[in-house]
């Protein structure tokens, strides 16, 4: 991977890099009112025989200054509005010709990652761009997890691909999709998402879209990674809905599990609610997945609005977790992130709403340097490192943003008590809800977990939705070694 004094380019990567290439460091200080603010970073002459596009473009490379690996997701905003966004690779093309050789200004908005800030309180860097340079800039990562990139929606690699870098990524044809939903059925992983939003007109789908996969679809443990789903389409190429019941409106599915039906043959199934605009719903049941026809049908409506009194009851929805009992029997926890329902993990158990067990989880945990967090949504698994349940979930109503910091929890039981919260993430002036655990996925052990979650400018008030990763999937790699939690 890329170190922090060594990163290559693109045509070191093709093995063009002239030994004569010269490289100096230094640093962009800031003074103001006496304080000094400091970025370091690295600019590289381009070499001579760099192809026309590279000599007409400033290559900027952004890395975690401690561990050099690239950052995602990073805004360059210059003080004329310009917003330039680091893509999977950490890079960004500067191709503005007013900058070239004009020392500039550029804010810094790095949710999690970030520089110090001067003794105005801006926060950012001073540059001076010259075509065919290449320039690594260094930021310090505040919280423990490292953003790894970004999974779904369009130009991956937009940027590098500017460089003939990461040809080979193919795009998908999402533009955007929210909340995702994950299980394992037929020796596949199955990924669900909500609504999805396509290039070609401004409403996309809005029942369900899916994929599949045979293991660990991002193909690495550390950034720049690769996301690749066999996603089901329409006969355009295009992403299909895969659940669209009857009735008016959008549907939305969670609560997915493969479950075993009298005769021992999975199913996969789950809750479903269909919505009138904005997010009212009228009608809420399960559903069942039909493996030849691949799409969720309708199985039994468990309420309708104005047909049924009273709320809409408990549904085993969220995310489904199976454990076995002492005695070798198996139950399923559905939650979000908490467990509120528990049932046989059967078929017969979950279409009888009668054998489902209510529960109450937990509303708000204590944070680890005290004050309680309001829980809003997430996911739980068992880590065999910690020896612990463990949780990811969004804050509400958090100090950075509405619905934009994200909180680590364990307890001994899988439900509960949850304490010693630790914030992991944070997205300032932003939204990243409804985050969901890869704990088998790493390839790397136990003490390392994944999380991705929907990044979206929705709940949030921001009015500049950040291009290409707004409501999208991005993904987070926690080494939970490295949080300083002790095991009672």
Known sequence: MHGSMSMNGSNDRQGNE?????????????????????????????????????????????????????????????????????DNAGVIALELPELMGVESWFTVIGHGYEVPRDGFGFQGIRLIPQRGERIVIKLTRKLPAKRVGRLTGAGLYAESQKFGEYLD??????FGCDSVQMTVHGGQRFWAWGDTTLGRYPLGRFHMTGAVSAGMPWGGYQPPIKP???????????????????????????????????????????????VHPP??????????????????????????????SGAM????????????????????????????????????SWENPKSWETLSPQKTVRGINGGDVEVHRGSIAWNPYRQRWIAVFTELGGEESFLGSVWYAESQRITGPWGAATKVAVHTGY??????????????????????????????????????????????????????????
């Open 228 to 274: 690749r789903y066999d996603i089901f389409r329409d006969d355009e190429g295009l992403p299909r809905n895969i659940g669209e019941l009857p009735g008016d409106g959008p549907t939305w599915i969670s609560g997915l599990a493969s479950l075993p039906d009298r005769s021992g043959h999975p199913k996969m199934v789950g809750a479903y609610v269909k």
């Open 279 to 308: 997010l009212e719903a009228y009608e809420a049941g399960l559903c069942v997945w039909d493996d030849r026809e691949a799409r969720f049908k309708r199985h039994r409506v468990l309420w309708r609005q104005g047909t049924d």
């Open 313 to 348: 009851p408990p549904l085993p929805n969220g995310h489904g977790v199976t454990i076995t009992d002492e005695s070798g029997r198996k139950a399923v926890y559905f939650g979000d992130p908490f467990p509120h329902l528990r049932m046989e993990a059967a078929v017969e």
């Open 169 to 174: 990524v193919q795009e998908s044809r999402v």
């Open 431 to 488: 939204s990243f809800y409804n985050p969901h655990l890869h704990t088998d996925l790493s390839g790397v052990g136990p003490s390392v977990i994944f999380f991705e979650g929907t990044y979206a400018s929705t709940f949030s008030g921001n009015q500049q939705p950040t291009p290409r990763y707004d409501y999208n999937q991005v993904l987070y790699r926690l080494d939970l070694d490295e949080l300083g939690i002790a095991t009672d």
């Open 18 to 86: 002239r030994s004569h290439r010269a490289a100096t460091i230094c640093l962009i200080a800031s003074l103001a009112v006496g304080m000094l603010a400091v970025a370091e970073c690295m600019v590289i002459a381009a070499p001579g025989d760099s192809v026309a596009v590279e000599r007409r473009i400033c290559r900027i490379e952004i890395v975690d200054a401690a561990n050099g690996w690239p950052v995602p997701m990073v805004e360059l905003r210059s003080n004329h509005h310009v917003r330039l966004v680091s």
